[in-house]
């Protein structure tokens, strides 16, 4: 989570770390003005692989679906996605791919 929040700061993409909604919700990275917040989903927030296909969790699910109502924007980084990436400029460039417009 915090290199994503590293890789963030590294392509200008200004954010709070940890964010707490007024609702309670904690979220990973967050632009509270633009109401958009960034997930990094790690190994807990998946079902155990179903036929080799990843599926998020009830939990997470949830979360989503009450931020999406109170009118926030999702960005969801997965780990398994983020873990492949070999060095910052890969990074860098992913982030920009889903942040994009943001």
């Known amino acids: 989570q915090r290199e994503v929040a590293t890789a963030l700061t590294r392509i200008g993409w200004d954010h709070a770390f940890e964010f707490v909604t007024e609702e309670g919700l904690s979220i990973d990275m967050a ?37 999406q109502h109170l009118g926030w924007s999702i960005i969801r980084i997965p780990y398994f996605e983020w873990d492949a990436l070999t060095d910052a400029a890969t990074q860098e460039a992913y982030l920009q791919s889903k942040t994009k417009g943001e």
């Not at 998946?46 to 990843?54: D, P, T």
């Not at 997470?60 to 931020?67: A, N």
């Open 31 to 67: 632009q509270p003005k633009t109401m958009t917040a960034i997930e990094v989903d790690g190994p807990t927030h998946y079902l155990k692989c179903i036929k080799k296909q990843r599926v998020v969790n009830g939990r997470t699910k949830f979360k989503s679906r009450l931020l």
